[in-house]
């Protein structure tokens, strides 16, 4: 088969694949987005914060510099303390992927450009991996059906669809294997080169996906090395030896390229709270635990781990007739077979490694110690399960080699097809189950964002507001504040990115925070207006408990009764407010207020969970409990009559 037919035939299986797993994408392509892999009540509903929202203003910001709106490599709508400048930060923009979403956005706006990226990066990595199967078996088809943990497997799929890059990035995997395997088997230039610059550009994508290439790759370089070996096309004798250096040192040097350029990054992390590392403890928080490699459920919590019961029974099956052709002493039946196991023990290393501190049976953690001690970069690994965005190619050779030997047992080419056909479909069942997308709808209009845009344009002040709540910066509830500032490019003192520079948790956060509960005091408000945030935004249905122990409406109270503070507008849960000048009148419209609420405690907490076991109780004449008695002053918590 031709590659061109190869490509078509590729882009149409990824899209009617990738269309039913995602299904009701489909119907909401050009209104919303993916939030999450697994359904939430209500169905698609608007504006769900979260990881997506944030990357979908990433690449917004260099569509609008596409457009000219929004200088280049300024993050001036975030993080933004009133100085610019202080904003520039140079970066890729997710290259080329960022680029994929640009066309979309051009073509149909953002929503479109978004889903149009998530499945052009499935239909590559699924091509990607076809062209690397295809390397290791005699049938194109057979390679086909084998690439399709490359475009199904449920964790790249809950990357894509919970706006996680690596599930984009691992599109360069197969791509860095595939110039390997040339380099090596071939002994040609251009694989190596093909590998270097596939190696050095992933991490403008994910830095995850660029880690675990790089440590894959002297792993996959030997076993091509080996591969070649039981082939009889290499040997270390002779010239043979000369010939595999000059290929494979092109790769070596953009190796050491892209490591050096990671470590621009890890600079940039001085002064963060990353910059030392994750914790075991928070690890643990992240790891998934072994029950969701094979866990039959398909809402099961760790089954981004999946790796199939249809891909286990045909590897098992391929081991059984491997195994009993190495046992005839078929020819080439044990250099297969050790070929085979090789690929299985890769893919148990890897799923170890998914599984960090929460490896069965070492509960003291101390392989994950191991680990983090002898590759230091694994301390700033919070979710070990990143290292599945190396599997695929690895699944999808070892199911080359069982799918073949399966299939030579069927004497008819069409008794072949059908159960590579069958094969296919099964797995495309098992693994498209695990999948059912929660749709999150965008909106494309805001008033109290846009009456602060229209207040800043009359009054000739900067369009700069801060959103109430405010967190250190590292919540995704600050997603939703993130896409509303595009909307009318309103430069927020808020953000939210994984790595916060400790400079904001101390001079902003800290400082600020108290406004959460309702504490607006002169001198916070003077603070603002010297940074050049001259607005205030309230969203009230993104106030959780933890940012403050009272309701939101305490917290609404005190923005509409100071007399610095006047209200501008509302639109549905969001209120927008401009600071005074410190003796400016107020023009407050006599209907504004928080409606009539209970004045509730927010957060709530369950005695029993809080006290000492040996406490006293307190208790009626008939025995029954009716409280505890604290420690501390002997005072009294009434407990309910279930206690």
Known sequence: MKSRHIILLSLLIAVILSGWVTWPLGQYFHAGMPSSHRPEAGGPRAMIAGDHLQFLFQLWMLADAFEGKTPLFYHVYEFNQGNDEERRDVGTYYFPFGLMYVAGQFLGGRAVGWNLMLFLSAWLTYLMTWALARRFCASTWTAAVAALPGLLLPYLWMCLLGGSPTGLGMMWVPVIFHGIDVAVRERRVWGAILAGVALFVSPWGDLHVFFFSFLA?????????????????????????????????????????????????????????????????????????????????????????????????????????????????????????????????????????????????????????????????????????????????????????????ISALFSRRAAAAGFLLFAGAAMTW????????????????????????????????????????????????????????????????????????????????DRFAPMNLGLITDDRLD????????????????????????????????????????????????????????????????????????????????????????????KDDDGTVTGVRLAKGGIRVPLPPRF
Request: with cysteine.
């Open 217 to 405: 790759a002297p792993v996959w370089m030997a076993f091509c090395l080996f591969w070649a070996m039981e082939e009889g096309t290499w040997s270390f004798r002779g010239r043979r030896w000369r010939d595999l250096l000059i290929p494979v040192i092109p790769f070596v040097v953009l190796m050491a390229a892209a490591y050096l350029q990671t470590a621009l990054v890890k600079h940039s992390l001085s002064g963060t709270a990353q910059s030392q590392g994750r914790s075991i403890a928070e690890s643990v928080i992240f790891a998934p635990r072994w029950e969701g490699l094979l866990a039959w459920d398909p809402s099961n919590a760790f089954n981004l781990i999946y790796l199939g019961w249809v891909t286990v029974a045909v590897l098992a099956a391929g081991l059984v007739l491997l195994a009993a052709d190495a046992w005839r002493n078929r020819r080439g039946g044990v250099n297969r077979l050790l070929v085979f196991l090789l690929l299985l023990a890769a893919i148990l290393g890897i799923v170890l490694l998914a599984l960090g501190p929460n490896i069965p049976g070492d509960p003291r953690n101390l392989v994950w110690q191991g680990v983090r001690k002898l590759i230091p970069p694994y301390k700033m690994i919070r979710q070990p399960a990143k290292v599945f965005c190396i599997l695929a190619p690895f699944l999808s050779i070892a199911l080359a080699m069982a799918l073949g030997r």
């Open 527 to 618: 603070a603002l207006l010297a940074r050049k945030i001259g607005y205030l935004v309230l969203q009230e249905d993104a106030f959780p408990d933890k940012v403050s122990p009272f309701p939101v409406a305490r917290t609404l109270d005190a923005l509409l009764q100071h007399p610095r503070i006047e209200f501008l507008a509302r639109d549905a849960e969001i209120w927008a407010f401009k600071i005074l000048d410190a003796g400016a009148p107020r023009a407050m419209p006599a209907t504004a207020r928080a409606e009539d609420r209970p004045r509730l405690a927010s957060r709530w907490w369950w005695a029993p969970e809080y006290v000492a076991q040996d406490a006293p109780l307190v």
């Open 430 to 509: 098992d693994y498209g189950r695990r999948i059912e997308p929660t749709i999150c709808l965008l909106d494309y209009e805001q008033g109290a964002y846009r009456a602060i845009a229209d207040d800043a344009s009359k009054c000739g002040r900067d369009n700069r507001a801060m959103s109430i709540p405010i967190w250190p910066g590292d919540s995704h509830w600050n997603s939703l504040t993130e896409y509303y500032a595009t909307l009318y490019r309103t430069k927020m003192l808020n953000g939210y990115r994984p790595s916060i520079r400790l400079q904001y948790r101390a001079d902003i956060f």
